[in-house]
């Protein structure tokens, strides 16, 4: 049997908080995308973080969350 050994990371936009600014898009294309002006996690459920905890410490308004 296979086992997990990594931990899943999720990842949220709070889309109220979100202002659109595309900082998260920028940094971290491979995951971000722009959606009626709003950013979205294009996977919302990670094994391995790349770029989203940039992401989400360049947001200006921490909309991002990663837990
Ligand atoms: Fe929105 Fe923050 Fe990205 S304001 S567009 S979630 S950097």
């Known amino acids: 049997m296979k086992r997990r050994l ?18 998260c898009v920028a940094t971290c294309p491979a995951n971000f995308e722009m959606k009626d002006g709003k950013a979205h996690a294009k996977t919302a459920e990670v094994e391995e973080l790349t770029c989203e905890k940039d992401a989400e410490t360049g947001c200006p308004v921490q909309a991002i969350i990663i837990s």
């Open 6 to 23: 990594m931990m899943a990371h999720k990842i949220t936009v709070e889309e109220d908080k979100c202002i659109g600014c595309g900082a």
